[in-house]
């Protein structure tokens, strides 16, 4: 298994949709993870951190499942300023700090 | 509070020259990353530093290289350049664990495009 995986999509959803998604990860032991957001050819910026069980902040909810080792984010009633690609990245544990990074989701949303 | 600075902002090169890009970290942080972001692809982890060495490093060859300063900033060194190293460079600064910072969140600067020819 690749140390992180997305689906790259993309995914077209209409405004107010529901959409989620996965990212899943080999590395057991790790202990913190992040959603990003990248906006095109901008730099990603952190959208939620998930240190336990989940997090949730207004329509995103970031879930972690340790058992299956992925994590998932999950958007409600969408705006077309969700349009953006989500990246996830679950880092190494203990003292290492390199970020791997999955390659990223693609999110359209559309009037 | 200014957040990660990068410069320049745009690069133009050719193939065989040599380019130096710089970072300045969130104050407060003290580790530095580098990735490089090929269109379509999610960052590629370049290397890592703290305490001024390089303390990490991605599957990238000898021509990338590195230095950080006493006061964190940091900059990124590529030899040789090669057409395939044309990407978005990014730079990312952290804090340790414990010193105020979430662990291993990283906050990214703009980016130096480079273009090479």
């Known amino acids: 298994r690749k140390e992180v995986e997305q689906d790259p999509g993309p995914f077209n959803v209409p405004e107010g949709a529901t959409v989620a998604f996965n990212c899943t990860y080999s590395?057991?032991?790790?202990?913190?993870f992040f959603w990003y957001r990248q906006d095109c050819r901008k730099e990603p910026k952190l959208l939620m951190s998930?240190?336990?069980?989940?997090n949730e902040d207004g329509r995103f909810t970031a879930q972690l499942n340790r058992a299956s080792q992925y994590i998932s984010l999950l958007i409600r009633d969408s705006k077309l300023s969700d349009s953006a690609t989500y990246l996830c990245?679950?880092?190494?544990?203990?003292?290492?700090?390199?970020?791997?990074w999955g390659l990223g989701t693609s999110l359209a949303v559309n009037p | 509070d200014a957040g990660v600075t990068q410069s320049p902002t745009h690069l133009i090169k050719t193939r065989g020259q040599q380019v130096t890009l710089r970072c300045s970290p969130k104050?407060?942080?003290?580790?530095v990353s580098w990735y490089q972001q090929a269109l379509g692809q999610g960052p590629q982890f370049i290397f890592q530093?703290?305490?001024?060495?390089?303390?990490q490093r991605g599957n990238f060859p000898d021509r990338f290289s590195g230095h950080q300063f006493p006061n964190y900033s940091s900059e990124l060194n590529v030899n040789a350049l090669l057409l395939g190293d044309s990407a978005l460079y990014l730079c990312?600064?952290?804090?340790?664990?414990?010193?105020?910072?979430?662990?291993?969140?990283?906050?990214f600067g703009p980016g130096t495009r480079l273009t090479v020819l």
């Open positions: 990312a600064s952290s804090s340790l664990p414990g010193r105020g910072g979430s662990y291993n969140e990283q906050f």
């Open positions: 104050s407060g942080h003290d580790t």
């Open positions: 990245s679950p880092p190494n544990a203990g003292n290492n700090r390199k970020l791997i």
């Open positions: 590395n057991s032991a790790s202990q913190s």
């Open positions: 530093y703290y305490e001024e060495e390089e303390r």
């Open positions: 998930v240190y336990s069980s989940g």
